[in-house]
């Protein structure tokens, strides 16, 4: 599948793993396979999603996912993405989506899951405003302590987003603007930045967007939408 320069696909020869795994090492700063030659394999071989994206010969970004349910239904499980950073804010990670999302649906399936930090903000809106997925859950410490060079220091809390294969994907952003009788959950501009330099209010902003998450969805109050300014957009229980 081809986005602008980008062409993205699945992989399948050890060649094609090692230089999978380098860049994942390289983009979330690991010493160690995140994914190894043998799983990439095995997951390969046995029908799951391991893909690559490149820019000509060059290899900008790589993908893993797994066969799962979603509520009885069957599903793709995106379990990790990488990108260069070169090639950041260039459209390849929503090309990779895409691809996915044509993979998932060649093969009947009903929806593609994945997890993010739900403090990361430029994740937030990709997810939801851009490809319009639903927030399904909040995982506080869904991976337990990480020591990847990205998330070293703070907990692992993720949201659980479900992609809906037979929905149309949004014309507009799902900003959630126009929702009234809504409640904002912000996130901090650069969480990422303020790991590093200030831990005392990473930790502030995890238990204020924890609660807060956590407790309009266990009411049943949705995620309708996130904001260009950085908000979660909480609408009414049904």
């Known amino acids: 599948m081809t ?21 994942m090492q390289d983009v979330w700063g690991m010493a160690v396979p995140l994914v190894n030659i043998e799983l990439l394999t095995a997951l390969s071989h046995s029908g799951g999603y391991v893909a690559a994206a490149y820019d000509d010969d060059r290899l900008v970004g790589a993908s893993v996912g797994f066969l799962a349910s979603h509520h009885g239904q069957r599903a793709l499980h995106s379990h990790i993405t990488g990108v260069v950073d070169s090639m950041r804010h260039t459209g390849v990670g929503r090309a990779i989506k895409l ?15 994945w997890t993010f930090d739900p403090l990361v903000r430029r994740n937030a809106w990709f997810n939801i405003a851009i490809l319009g997925a639903d927030v399904d859950a909040y995982v506080p410490s869904f991976y337990g302590e990480m020591t990847d060079a990205i998330n070293v220091g703070d907990d692992s809390d993720r949201l659980v987003m479900a992609w809906d294969l037979k ?18 959950v912000p996130t901090p501009p650069d969480i990422v930045e303020l790991r590093r330099t200030d831990p005392t209010a990473v930790a502030a902003w995890r238990s204020e967007t924890r609660g807060a998450l956590t407790a309009a969805l266990d009411s049943g109050r949705p995620v309708l939408g996130f904001t260009r300014d950085g908000s979660y957009v909480i609408g009414s229980a049904p």
């Open 167 to 184: 929905a149309e994907l949004p014309i507009e952003p799902r900003a959630g603007s126009d929702v009234g009788n809504c409640v904002l």
């Open 99 to 113: 691809h996915q999302r044509s993979w998932a649906a060649e093969r009947g399936l009903d929806w593609i899951t």
């Open 3 to 23: 986005h602008s320069a980008i062409t993205i696909r699945t992989i399948t020869t050890r060649d094609e793993f090692l230089a999978h795994d380098a860049l």
